[in-house]
């Protein structure tokens, strides 16, 4: 069959001017020949090259309320130059609503073809047709819409209006046609392109239905699967996205395999893919049949087969998360919310398993929402502050300077402890700009300090420094300006880092480090002994120090071999040239010991908790000597 040609006129009534935009874009403003062709191809079966010029052109106006869009309609109607298609926002207060405007619009003229545009909390279809009855005249497109499908529809409709003006001959057959190519298009619409599985609206739209069908009848449950798969980002950065592409559909296949195996067809079960590596599984029926769990485990271990591209043999787990109609649900966002987070928890205790929801994980991950929200608003409403814990030189007794901590005094909960906002600071990307808060916190009071006592020109003032800081291209400018606006020296400036932080990419880490080192400012890993760099990679590190952990003070004078490790990173720190410091003293017999094995500095509670400010300025010049005698 051959498409009309020439301009078809096309009316967009939505009060959203950025909505109205998109469809002027998408109708008028996309290159048309290979566009149209491409749609044209989908819908009507169109084979061979695309035309140089398109057979088909749209004509958009735009109006904002049902009342300004009818009288659009007239006018054109009466001026002999209809409009073939009208897409119908369902909302537009004030005034008509969308069904209101729509059987005004027939009125004037019967022909219109209408696209409802609607979200998934709009008008059910029972409504819709309740008040405009069945019509053969009428689509929903439901928001957000793809482009492709808003084309794809715009030239059905198009197409269907264009014929239906041909003298009505052959009606009945037409008719036919245009409906089944209206099935195939929503069949297109509720399909994901890559893996044939369902997509995102489809099991909307069918989780729905099974939520409505558990609350009516107890002989009906269902249950919801959500798979992300682990590390998938990796196969994607190192063999390409076509390779990622190849495990997805064979993803799908497996997933489709173990539905076939585990629920007879016909039921109202559905797999779907929602997006990148995120898929969805409905299971339905009778609750004694149900049985999500075995079903979960069969899957888990299909998936972890090896998947053959390109030559390379990949296994890719997945993680799941699963609730089911015994949480009595009411919408599907709902139902997908919770698996979803069941799938989180999978994550974080393992990988490539599943968790069953429960209520506690909807209130953490709610008490988490609220965190975030709180941190993101902390600094500026200056909530954060600094606690400072002293380091002793082991040898003669002295203040040698102080690590800065910070805490969030919250205006409800009070002290939030660093291990719960810190990892939070991370994962939303708060964790740069706090970084530097702490940064020029710290070195403003070592500033303010060292002022008050010019006695003590030396102290110095050590801050932790985050991986996403030490990734940063800006860091070492970032810590120029802080030096240059505080007004200290960069020696008595020492950042702390820790071994992990820079595992993920060692070399680049060392070029970072060896720019800060150039700058004057000293540089200590923390935590050593606990992290994940080689030994033979330490001595690329232009590091000044070393900070022994704290895990290996806890047993240091009853076990030897504790005595043993901690005496060989003293060995290897006097080899390297760097100074030494034990975290974490808290007896006097740690103190013997460190002494002995003639370790530079310490710090922990033996000596001091972490103090704010005010207190901590009070102990500078005071000598510990006396504890030393104690111990």
């Known amino acids: 069959m051959r498409l009309g040609t020439g301009v078809r006129r096309i009316v967009v009534i939505d009060d959203n001017e950025a909505i109205q935009n998109d469809f002027h874009r998408i109708l008028v403003s996309t290159p048309k020949s290979d566009a149209l062709a491409d749609a044209e191809a989908m819908l009507f079966g169109k084979s061979g090259a695309p035309s140089p010029k398109p057979s088909m052109e749209f004509d958009v106006e735009c109006a904002s309320q049902g009342q300004e869009g009818l009288a659009r309609v007239e006018r054109a109607k009466k001026a002999g130059n209809p409009f073939a298609v009208a897409f119908v926002d369902m909302r537009m207060p004030p005034g008509w609503d969308g069904l209101q405007t729509i059987q005004e619009l027939w009125e004037v003229d019967p022909d219109l073809q209408v696209v409802i545009c609607s979200a998934f909390s709009d008008y059910s279809w029972d409504e819709i047709i309740s008040k405009l009855g069945l019509s053969d005249r009428l689509l929903i497109l439901k928001k957000p819409f793809d482009p492709a499908e808003v084309l794809q529809i715009a030239i059905a409709l198009s197409e269907k209006w264009a014929l239906r003006l041909e003298a009505n001959l052959k009606m009945g057959q037409l008719e036919q046609m245009v409906n089944e190519r209206t099935v195939e298009l929503t069949r297109i619409a509720m399909q994901d392109k890559l893996t044939g599985l369902g997509n995102r609206a489809q099991f909307t739209e069918r989780l729905t239905h099974a939520i409505e069908s558990a609350k009516q009848s107890q ?251 030490l990734k940063s291209p800006d860091l070492t400018r970032q810590i120029t300006e802080v030096l240059n606006s505080t007004g200290i020296e960069p020696s008595s400036l020492i950042l702390e880092i820790t071994e992990s932080d820079m595992v993920s990419d060692l070399d680049a880490s060392i070029d970072v480090l060896k720019h800060i080192r150039e700058i004057g400012v000293g540089l200590h890993l923390d935590d050593f002994g606990t992290g994940y760099s080689s030994l033979s990679s330490l001595h690329r590190l232009p590091l000044k120090g070393l900070k022994i952990d704290r895990s290996f003070m806890i047993n240091l004078s009853q076990r030897r071999d504790y005595l043993a490790v901690v005496n060989a990173i003293i060995s290897l720190a006097r080899t390297l040239g760097m100074t030494l410091t034990a975290e974490g003293i808290e007896t006097p017999d740690q103190i013997t010991m460190l002494q002995t094995l003639e370790c530079d500095y310490a710090q922990g509670y033996y000596f001091s908790r972490p103090l704010d400010a005010e207190n901590a300025g009070a102990i500078i010049g005071r000598k510990f000597t006396t504890m030393f005698l104690a111990a």
Request: glycine share 6%; aromatic share 8%.
């Open 219 to 469: 002989d009906f449950a269902f249950a919801v699967l959500f798979l992300d798969f682990d590390r998938f980002k990796v196969i994607n950065d190192s063999l390409g996205h076509n390779a990622g592409d190849c495990i997805l559909r064979g993803v799908a296949q497996r997933i489709s395999a173990a539905l076939n195996i585990f629920d007879p067809p016909g039921n109202n079960t559905l797999a779907a893919r929602l997006g990148g590596d995120e898929f969805t599984i409905l299971l339905s029926g009778h609750p004694d049949k149900l049985d999500p769990i075995a079903f979960a485990n069969h899957l888990l271990s299909i998936l972890l087969m090896p998947y053959e591209i390109d030559g390379h043999s990949i296994c890719c787990t997945a993680s799941i998360g699963i609730t089911s109609s015994q949480n009595r649900y009411n919408t599907a966002q709902e139902a997908l919310r919770d698996a979803d987070t069941a799938m989180y928890h999978a994550k974080a205790t393992g990988k490539a398993r599943y968790v069953l929801f429960d209520r506690k994980m909807h209130e953490s991950a709610v008490i988490r929402l609220e965190l975030e929200n709180d941190l993101r608003h902390a600094i500026e409403r200056n909530e954060l502050l600094l606690h400072y814990q002293p380091i002793i030189g082991l040898s003669s007794g002295e203040l040698e300077g102080f690590e800065a901590l910070v805490r969030w005094k919250h205006p409800r909960r009070g002290m939030v402890p660093p291990m719960e906002f810190i990892p939070c600071c991370e994962d939303i990307g708060l964790i740069i700009p706090m970084g530097m808060w702490i940064l020029n916190r710290a070195c403003q009071q070592l500033k303010q300090w060292q002022a008050r006592h010019p006695q003590h020109p030396k102290l110095t003032m050590s801050v932790n420094l985050s991986a996403k800081q």
